[in-house]
């Protein structure tokens, strides 16, 4: 049977959010709040604009754009739990100018230019078909209209180290991984971040040339990458460091569950977090070496970290 790998990842996303209780739920949505503050963005441009969350998970941006003032915002996701969830996080906060609905085709179910404003985080990097993506969210966005994406980036340290993880992944499943995590010690926000990345059936990666030329070529010409408001574990190095040496912490209690994993599955897990302990003291030696004076931030940051996620606010051409 041929992939939906779409439908896939939707349902694992949709697995993932639905985890979240109602203070980790309300902290992510006041994140989006506050990474637009920080790059000081105008708050009030959300004021009476029809927007849409696509790929929406769990809502927790549609909600965010509602209680900014948005007219309407429609929600899109193709996982099914993820969008009754979103539903339920809304009614729990009396969220009356939202919907929420399933969908999973390549065209979407929208006219031409009918929102003011579309979200678009997480989503273009897991796309079998990126370009017909850019094209259909250039479609229905006004002229004069925004969007926003939130895009893995190229260059670092950590991704070339996922991309191997996952080949691991492929032998051991989703439900082994997920319980070793509950008993991990980790926060319970780093388990979508781990196992998506572990799990998600297709990750692409984009240098700013290569997403800067995709949304000048679908007609967004003002095009923003945002420095500030990383607020996650690209915020520092250290920071990135701790990140990384969470996965350590996940394989490695893995890797300690020996009525859950088999004999050969332990010792792969051993193998892959000597992997992960390489990596890290390689980054712990570089910030060493600009807290020594022997790199500049920048210089230690374009090694470890790359060029980071790519956070983009981009303006249609009337």
């Known amino acids: 049977?041929?992939?939906?790998?779409?439908?896939?990842?939707?349902?694992?996303?949709?697995?993932?959010?639905?985890?979240?209780?109602?203070?980790?739920?309300?902290?992510?949505?006041?994140?989006?709040?506050?990474?637009?503050?920080?790059?000081?963005?105008?708050?009030?441009?959300?004021?009476?604009?029809?927007?849409?969350?696509?790929?929406?998970?769990?809502?927790?941006?549609?909600?965010?754009?509602?209680?900014?003032?948005?007219?309407?915002?429609?929600?899109?996701?193709?996982?099914?739990?993820?969008?009754?969830?979103?539903?339920?996080?809304?009614?729990?906060?009396?969220?009356?100018?939202?919907?929420?609905?399933?969908?999973?085709?390549?065209?979407?179910?929208?006219?031409?230019?009918?929102?003011?404003?579309?979200?678009?985080?997480?989503?273009?990097?897991?796309?079998?078909?990126?370009?017909?993506?850019?094209?259909?969210?250039?479609?229905?966005?006004?002229?004069?209209?925004?969007?926003?994406?939130?895009?893995?980036?190229?260059?670092?340290?950590?991704?070339?180290?996922?991309?191997?993880?996952?080949?691991?992944s492929r032998f051991i499943t989703l439900e082994k991984m997920d319980l070793a995590f509950k008993t991990s010690g980790l926060d319970v926000n780093k388990r979508r971040t781990y196992l998506d990345d572990l799990y998600v059936p297709l990750i692409d990666f984009y240098s700013f040339d290569r997403l800067q030329t995709l949304l000048n070529k679908n007609g967004f010409n003002n095009c923003n990458r945002w420095q500030k408001g990383r607020l996650d574990h690209e915020e520092s190095l250290d920071a990135y460091i701790k990140d990384l040496n969470g996965f350590n912490q996940l394989f490695e209690e893995a890797s300690s569950l020996k009525g859950v994993f088999s004999v050969t599955e332990i010792a792969t897990l051993h193998n892959a977090s000597k992997l992960i302990k390489a990596v890290v003291a390689y980054a712990v030696s570089v910030n060493e070496l600009y807290t020594k004076g022997e790199l500049t931030e920048a210089q230690a940051r374009e090694i470890v970290i790359g060029q980071g996620h790519h956070r983009i606010i981009a303006f249609k051409s009337n």
């Open 1 to 168: 049977m041929e992939k939906n790998i779409a439908k896939e990842t939707g349902e694992l996303f949709g697995s993932l959010f639905v985890a979240f209780d109602d203070l980790n739920f309300l902290k992510s949505v006041d994140l989006f709040k506050k990474r637009f503050e920080e790059n000081n963005f105008d708050m009030n441009y959300f004021k009476g604009k029809k927007c849409l969350d696509l790929g929406c998970g769990g809502g927790r941006y549609s909600i965010a754009l509602s209680l900014l003032g948005a007219q309407h915002v429609t929600g899109v996701d193709v996982s099914d739990t993820a969008i009754a969830d979103a539903k339920m996080r809304a009614d729990k906060l009396n969220i009356t100018n939202t919907d929420f609905i399933v969908y999973d085709g390549a065209i979407l179910p929208f006219e031409d230019e009918t929102f003011d404003c579309v979200i678009w985080s997480g989503v273009l990097m897991h796309m079998e078909n990126p370009e017909l993506g850019m094209q259909e969210v250039s479609r229905i966005v006004k002229k004069s209209g925004m969007v926003y994406m939130l895009v893995y980036a190229t260059g670092g340290v950590r991704w070339p180290m996922v991309n191997q993880l996952r080949n691991v």
